[in-house]
């Protein structure tokens, strides 16, 4: 028997499988992986729409940062891009307004 220490092993020694998992383990490993694959693919396309002044660093790497999953979608919006300056379009094509000067 080959040791692959990824795989989850029954207490009979085998792989576990899909049918071994409870309904509700199902649910909720399809459920993570949509959300990995939402986060994946919102700042791929981020990625690819916003001006390369307004990323941290070469966006090849936050490309594959990106890959990472959950934490290099998340790591990208949090680290990885700049605010927009005022009056610049945002993603709809609406420019966003200028801050209100204080009195």
Avoid: H
């Avoid at 040791?3 to 459920?31: E, I, N, Q, Y």
């Avoid at 791929?44 to 936050?62: C, E, I, K, M, S």
């Avoid at 993603?91 to 200028?98: E, H, L, V």
């Amino acid at each position: 028997m080959v040791f692959v220490p990824s795989c989850r092993m029954t207490k009979r020694g085998r792989r576990r499988r899909w049918s071994d998992l409870s309904p509700r383990a199902r649910t909720a490993t399809v459920l993570a992986g949509l959300v990995q694959l939402g986060l994946l693919s919102a700042a791929l396309t981020d990625l690819r729409r916003r001006d390369p002044a307004q990323v941290r660093g070469p966006r090849w790497v936050w490309g594959l940062v990106s890959l990472i999953n959950f934490v290099g979608p998340i790591s990208y919006f949090v680290f990885g891009r700049r605010p927009r300056p005022a009056g610049t379009l945002d993603a709809d094509g609406d420019t966003r307004p200028a801050a209100e000067p204080n009195p």
